[in-house]
Structures are given as C-alpha cells and as structure tokens.
C-alpha cells in the first residue's frame, strides 16, 4: 500500500531534497537576521553589562519597579476579564432575544464599541473621570483602563458568544423545547453547556488581548503597569531602553502563556467530563447500563 496523505501524495525523492534545501535556506536566513540584529546592538553598546547587569544584580529594579508594575497590569487585567466576561455573556444573549426591544438596542451597543479604538475610549474614560467625578487622580488611569478594555472587550465576547450558541444544532434547540423547557431553562442547561466548549479558544485569545493592552494605559494615561516602568528604569539605569523593553516583553509573554496553558488545559478537562459512560440514574444512585444478550423465546 502506497504512503498517501489524505490531501496530497507523499513527496518523492526530489521533493524530499527539495523541502530539506528549503529549510536549511529556512534556517540560514534566520540565523543571518539574528547575527545582524545582535551585531548592531553591540555596535551601539546595547550588549553591555551595564545595560543588562541591573535586572540580575540590582535587587531594586524589581522591587521597586518591575514587580510593582506587574501587580498593577495583573490588578487592571484581572478587573477588566472579571467585568467583561459577564457583560459580554449578558450582551450576547440578548443578541439572540426574539424581542426587537431587547435584541436591537444590545446589537447598537455591541456594534458601537466594538468599533472604537480602545485606546480612544480609555482617553475618553479618563476625562470623563477627571470632569465629572472625585475620583483621586492616582487610581484614576486605572478606572479609565479597566472602563475601556470592559467596554471593548465586553462587546467582542458577546459576538463570541453569539456565534457560538449559533453554531450548536438547531435539534438542540427543538429537543428542549418539545420537554417543554422555557427559553432561560433552554439557554441555561442545554445551549451555553455545549457553546463553552466551543467558544473557549476565541475567548482565551480575548482575554491574551486584555492581558496585552493594560499596556495601552502605561504608554498614554500614566498608568502604574509594567509598560510605564520602562521609561523610569531607563533613566534610572544608564539609558537601557531596549533591555528594559526586552524584559518586559518576555514577562508578557510569560504571563500570556500561562493563561493559554491553563485554558488548554480547562477546556480538555471539559471535554473530558463531557464524555457520557451510559450511565442510569434512578432513586438517586447511579449505575452502569451492562449489555444483556437476548434470550431466545423470551420477549
């Protein structure tokens, strides 16, 4: 039996070299970029130990400010997906109510920020703050960051809901209603159960874009986050930008994979308790159904 792939033959002897010369050129390439991106540092001194020594050697720059920094980014982001998630679940139901009353002015809300820049509606929120409320100017970007990343963020998950309550089969929908079951029964037990499974993916990336754009509110409104305390060490620490940035780039990466790890493995665990063992229960107790053979003559 030949070795044939689903959507295309196996490759042959000169595809096999071919491919093999296209990663080597593959892998050239690469290393050629990296051996230019790290000579013109160290041509501009941005190798040396004092740029890179003080986050191995000077306790301070992480007490004093990266570890800070991370507490506030982890502090607007745990906010942000705490408010966001429910909202864009309560929005993204209402999307699919059969009265115009409700589904359409929750379709003009969804539609209306979910196409404003989240960068602009920070801004907007920290100068709503600063006009019309007392709230101290200190804690004041975090309100503004959390507000714009709720209201942004908000409306995507409800568009991620939507579409995946719209992607179950319409015999869940006919099944549950033939029991009798209400609309918020329907919703409740049988469609938002299957949907999270399929809706975990699109959500984990949201939340890794929450996670990434408390940024926005250190570069623009002065916020406390990680983003914020690179210009200070940096002035602090003989003009390392780009180590600093390099740092803090690898602590948000760090923090994005834990999340999409822990995701992966919440979703798996969801689908493991998903699978059905034909199981009966009767009486309160539960048992397993064994297969009996039929008796012959016996009805």
Do not use: C
């Amino acid at each position: 039996m030949s070795d044939l792939s689903v959507l295309y033959d196996a490759p042959g002897p000169r595809a096999k070299v071919r491919n093999v010369a296209y990663a080597v050129l593959f892998l050239a390439a690469i290393a050629l970029v990296g051996w230019w991106v790290i000579d013109t540092l160290a041509a501009k001194n941005q190798l040396t130990q004092a740029k890179w020594g003080p986050f191995v050697t000077d306790s301070r720059v992480w007490s004093t400010y990266i570890l800070p920094g991370l507490g506030n980014t982890l502090k607007a982001a745990a906010l942000s997906i705490a408010l966001a998630l429910p909202i864009g679940a309560l929005l993204g139901i209402a999307r699919l109510s059969d009265h115009g009353w409700v589904r359409k002015p929750n379709g003009f809300v969804v539609e209306i920020f979910r196409a404003i820049p989240v960068l602009l509606m920070m801004v907007f929120a920290n100068q709503a703050y600063a006009m019309y409320t007392d709230i101290d100017s200190e804690v004041r970007p975090l309100y503004a960051v959390v507000t714009g990343l709720v209201l942004y963020n908000g409306s995507v998950i409800a568009e991620i809901v939507r579409a995946g309550i719209l992607s179950l089969p319409n015999g869940q929908t006919d099944a549950a209603k033939a029991v009798g079951m209400r609309k918020w029964q329907l919703m409740v037990y049988v469609l938002l159960p299957q949907a999270v499974t399929a809706m975990l993916p699109a959500l984990v990336s949201q939340l890794v874009v929450i996670v990434k754009d408390t940024a926005l509110g250190g570069a623009i409104l002065g916020f406390g986050d990680l983003m914020n305390q690179v210009s200070t060490i940096s002035a602090n620490y003989g003009a390392n930008t780009i180590a600093t940035f390099t740092v803090v780039a690898l602590i948000y990466i760090a923090l994005n994979f834990i999340l999409t790890q822990f995701a992966g493995r919440l979703e798996a665990r969801i689908r493991r308790g998903k699978r059905t063992t034909g199981a009966v229960v009767h009486g309160g107790a539960t048992e397993d159904m064994e297969y009996e053979e039929p008796t012959p003559g016996k009805e």
